[in-house]
């Protein structure tokens, strides 16, 4: 004999099914108003939006305006036919207006990176990737001092060369751990993966002390100074 269907299982089945269809609709419909095909005024809110939203180039936004419109397509004129939309025209606008500043985009990353630890190369690597003019990624590009911090930076988050002891321990003199060569190659291979010049990487690697490091940076800091005009 087959036992009837539990009522209380059923009912809570039937009250389940009710909430994702509830829920269900309102996502097909923030969906289907997301793919509405773009005119000129759209694209231009689009644009807007991206640009107040983020730190961006000409490059990187006229990027996101193509994908969007291959994602959407173009809406039609009144005739049915296709409206062409000017991406250059509205980006060349928006860059004009001061809402994309490809200058002050590449001088903000330039500092985050260096900031975070990253060396120069990787600030170029990432200028380049946001289509920042070369002319103007040499002109953010890190200084001599610069690139000293941010490789001193690494390595004290890290752990590397002489932050591989405490400053307590640095002070009474106790010797740095010891270091086999397969360990000193991945540590070389990590900042050079960052972004460091080589010679820096060395120098920050086999530093007997904190202060030798910061001797070193103070150096690059006084040449830079007195070649200021």
């Known amino acids: 004999m087959v036992s009837p269907p539990d009522q209380s299982s059923q009912r809570r089945s039937e009250k389940s099914a009710e909430r994702k269809g ?6 097909a419909s923030r969906k289907a108003a997301r793919k509405a095909p773009l ?5 231009r809110d ?6 107040a939203r983020f730190a961006t180039t000409g490059a990187k936004l006229e990027a996101y305006l193509a994908r969007k419109m291959r994602e959407r397509g173009v809406a039609g004129d009144d005739d049915g036919r296709m409206v062409e939309l000017d991406v250059p025209a509205l980006v060349a606008r928006l860059v004009e207006l001061g809402y994309v500043d490809d200058e002050a985009y590449a001088r903000a990353r330039s500092r985050d990176l260096t900031a975070r630890g990253y060396g ?5 690597q990432a200028l380049w990737a946001a289509g920042v003019a070369e002319d103007a990624r040499a002109q953010h590009a890190p200084g001599e001092a610069e690139k000293r911090r941010a490789a001193m930076l690494m390595a004290k988050k890290r752990g590397f060369g002489p932050y591989a002891r ?8 106790e010797p ?3 270091l086999d060569p397969a360990m000193r190659e991945k540590r070389i291979a990590a900042m050079l993966r960052a972004g460091h010049d080589y010679d820096h990487v060395r120098f920050v690697l086999d530093a007997p002390a904190r202060s030798v490091l910061e001797d ?9 100074e007195n070649d200021r005009p």
């Open 22 to 27: 509830r829920a269900a609709r309102p996502a």
């Open 39 to 43: 005119d000129e005024v759209s694209l």
């Open 46 to 51: 689009l644009a807007l939006s991206y640009a």
């Open 120 to 124: 120069a190369r990787r600030v170029e």
């Open 166 to 173: 405490s400053e307590t321990a640095e002070a009474q003199d």
């Open 176 to 178: 740095l751990p010891p």
């Open 216 to 224: 070193w940076l103070a150096e690059a800091e006084a040449e830079e």
